[in-house]
């Protein structure tokens, strides 16, 4: 189920609508210690790969280096962290041959059997799977049947360092279901086979942070983990050297090549224009947490920033008072519930009001017979945001 604040898209058809900074980051400390294991993990993989052979009748191909959503032109983010790239052309040269990697915001660093996704794109949590000769004539799927996927380290959901080993890739088809924000794919009986042996991706910036409550990489101390993205799990550190707070006029000095940006707000306050002209000092907050701890007569809005509801109001930004589970006045609301416990209002009956239904970040938080739907935040260029995720009752 996927709601636009232009146009609602569902299942159900149209509607209206790898490295921390060190010395300075506290939480670089963290990772220097843990990469040994992880290195020697990583080699482990590797050198065991060189010893293997292609399962028969496939092909051996080799994969590039990978982009998240905020490293795409347009930006790109998906409702759960896509990297995305290409594979060394392995069919038509006229065509490209894209790679994926598919991860659920909650994935923690570890190592995956790929086998356990069933070769299914609706099924898979951890999905390796890519496109050969795209937009051509003679396109095909392939998706991960076997093979290991170890999240060596993760910054945010957006910013993890990894390697594949051993994976087959099976030619795959569209398979049910196919209305769904998450569609289906089965493996081709006797279909074509692309075989990688070892391949590593990093899409950890510099400065790289996670907004979210709770993450080891969020507010270290002089510095404002600021959101990169609507539903705030992706950000990048920057210095806060002033004592300005909430509602606070700020000038920011933007980032060099071996400096973060930095602000004259106090540590907490991002420095950001989102909501006015003028840059103002906002409190940072996560609107995922019990109490989001935004300042009095404030909400936590989008990118993780808290602001007045009147503000937001005004610039197409909905609210119902509905509370989570409850029946709202309006069709679509981006907002319902209290802090603390938000919801989205949307109409997946055509009963002409919505019901609020909770939000949630991850796929994986969503119950039995519920999937995730998103709110998708139109940017620049033709690019989209659709990090701002929701439960709903699926029905599958």
């Known amino acids: 189920m996927t709601y636009r604040r232009v146009d609602v898209a569902s299942s159900r058809g149209w509607r209206w609508g790898v490295v921390l900074l060190t010395a300075m980051v506290g939480c670089a400390q963290e990772k220097e210690a843990s990469a040994p294991a992880e290195q020697e993990s990583v080699r482990a993989l590797k050198e065991r790969s060189l010893h293997l052979s292609p399962p028969a009748g496939c092909t051996e191909i080799s994969m590039g280096e990978l982009r998240t959503g905020i490293e795409l032109t347009p930006v790109q983010y998906g409702p759960q962290p896509l990297y995305r790239g290409e594979f060394a052309s392995f069919g038509d040269p006229a065509f490209v041959?894209?790679?994926?990697?598919?991860?659920?915001?909650?994935?923690?660093?570890g190592l995956y059997d790929l086998a356990n996704g069933g070769?299914?794109?609706?099924?898979?949590?951890?999905?390796?799977?890519?496109y050969q000769d795209v937009s051509g004539p003679a396109q095909k799927t392939f998706v991960a049947e076997s093979g290991s996927l170890w999240l060596a380290f993760k910054v945010s959901p957006q910013q993890t360092?990894?390697?594949?080993?051993?994976?087959?890739?099976r030619e795959s088809v569209p398979a049910a279901p196919l209305a769904a924000p998450y569609k289906g794919t089965a493996p081709v009986p006797g279909g074509e086979c692309r075989w990688i042996r070892f391949a590593t991706w990093d899409t950890i910036r510099s400065g790289g942070c996670d907004p979210r409550e709770g993450s080891s990489a969020s507010n270290p101390p002089g510095h404002t983990c600021v959101a990169e993205d609507a539903a705030a799990t992706d950000g990048t550190l920057e210095k806060s050297l002033g004592t300005k707070a909430q509602g606070e006029a700020c000038t920011k000095t933007p980032a060099s090549e071996n400096q973060l940006a930095s602000t004259d707000c106090a540590p907490g306050y991002a420095c950001t224009d989102a909501y006015t002209e003028a840059r103002q000092c906002l409190a940072t907050c996560d609107f995922m947490a019990a109490d989001p701890g935004c300042p009095t007569g404030t909400v936590c809005g989008v990118y993780g920033l808290c602001i007045q509801q009147s503000v937001m109001e005004p610039i197409g930004y909905l609210f119902d008072p509905a509370l989570i589970g409850q029946s709202c006045t309006a069709g679509f609301a981006e907002f319902c519930g209290v802090e603390g416990a938000r919801g989205v209002c949307a109409d997946l009956t055509g009963a002409g009001h919505g019901t609020c239904y909770r939000y949630a970040r991850a796929r994986s938080e969503c119950g039995a017979g519920e999937e995730l739907g998103f709110v998708s935040y139109p940017l620049p260029g033709g690019g989209f945001d659709r990090t701002y995720g929701w439960c709903y009752p699926d029905g599958l």
């Open 119 to 130: 070769t299914n794109l609706f099924t898979c949590e951890q999905c390796v799977y890519g």
């Open 161 to 169: 360092a990894g390697a594949l080993a051993n994976v087959t890739l």
């Open 97 to 109: 041959d894209t790679a994926y990697i598919r991860l659920d915001v909650n994935t923690a660093s």
